[in-house]
């Protein structure tokens, strides 16, 4: 059983994926103009979706 820590930390994980998602699907017609692989812009989604979390995750625990 998860620990109510561990699911806020995986609910915040989920919130900054579809965040990023929606901000890079909406704005796809400026992706299409860009010439870049399908490694760049995985690693691009990836990262956007890590710093997203490692800020929420710094403002919901700003106890430590």
């Given at each position: ?7 806020i ?31 760049e ?5 990836l ?18």
């Open positions: 059983m998860a620990s109510v820590k561990d699911r930390s995986i609910l915040l994980l989920v919130i900054a994926a579809v965040a990023v998602l929606w901000f890079v699907l909406s704005r796809l017609r400026f992706v299409v103009f860009i010439s870049s692989s399908w490694t812009m995985i690693l691009i989604v990262g956007s979706i890590v710093i997203l979390f490692l800020l929420l995750d710094h403002f919901f625990n700003r106890s430590r």
